[in-house]
């Protein structure tokens, strides 16, 4: 039996739910693993999937895909976590599952899958201030994890496979409308950890890259990176 499964559920809101690579599931994923559990994700962007036998089952979900993960969670006999940009901002409205993560969840996953404290119901975890302690996203957890398309929009229409990073945490404004829950101050990666990313991508046959950053040019040593 695994330890957890990592679900990817379809988001109704976007046009192409798998142009972005889902780098928030990649990375618990590759955490979980890195502590010694044992993971898989299923993806069910492209439709409904048996899943696999584990003791967890977790969600990170925007507002467009909590209510899927609602449904999904009913059906589960596993424990369920949900985490994401949803349950952060409106954990109340997350009663249907036994954790429920409010926060980066690369750390306090790993305690969940322990057991050895309670912590059902809200979860707070706390900011992860050096993001090089990160392992890659685990990209080989899903079949196809690049995509063709490097921006959104027909216009730009596709190209070689693309792939989605972020060279940053945070945002030093507070901007009503904004749905990220990482405020200031940002924690940034160095810029070696950034290029030995890249180099990973690389070896994978990736030539195109979107930082999805919300302020990716105010990176301390931005022009080195470059």
């Not at 994401?84 to 009663?95: I, M, Q, V, Y």
């Not at 398309?149 to 972020?166: D, H, M, N, S, V």
């Not at 101050?185 to 030995?196: D, L």
């Not at 301390?220 to 470059?226: G, I, Q, S």
Request: aromatic share 10%; hydrophobic share 35%.
């Amino acid at each position: 039996m695994l330890d957890l499964v990592l679900i990817q559920l379809p988001n109704p809101a976007l046009s192409n739910p798998k142009m972005y690579s889902p780098l928030g599931i990649l990375y618990l994923a590759s955490s979980v693993e890195q502590a010694g559990f044992t993971c898989e994700v299923i993806d069910l962007r492209d439709g409904d999937k048996p899943l696999p036998e584990a003791r967890f089952y977790g969600f990170s979900c925007t507002t467009p895909e909590i209510n899927y993960a609602k449904e999904l969670a009913k059906r589960i006999k596993g424990k369920t976590i949900v985490g994401g940009a949803h349950p952060s901002l409106l954990p109340e409205d997350c009663k249907e599952f036994d954790y429920v993560v409010m926060g980066e969840g690369e750390q306090i996953l790993p305690w969940i899958l322990n057991e050895k404290v309670d912590l059902r119901g809200k979860c707070q975890a706390g900011r992860i201030s050096d993001l090089d302690k990160l392992p890659f996203p685990a990209w080989d957890k899903l079949d196809n994890p690049f995509s063709e398309t490097l921006f959104p929009g027909e216009r730009y229409g596709t190209a070689q496979k693309a792939a989605t990073l972020i060279a940053s945490r945070g945002c030093p404004h507070r901007c009503a409308f904004c749905a990220n829950i990482y405020r200031a101050p940002i924690y940034f990666r160095s810029v070696e950890n950034i290029v030995a990313e890249l180099n990973e991508l690389i070896k994978r046959s990736v030539r195109y890259f979107r930082f999805e950053d919300d302020n990716f040019t105010l990176h301390p040593k931005f022009n080195n990176l470059c």
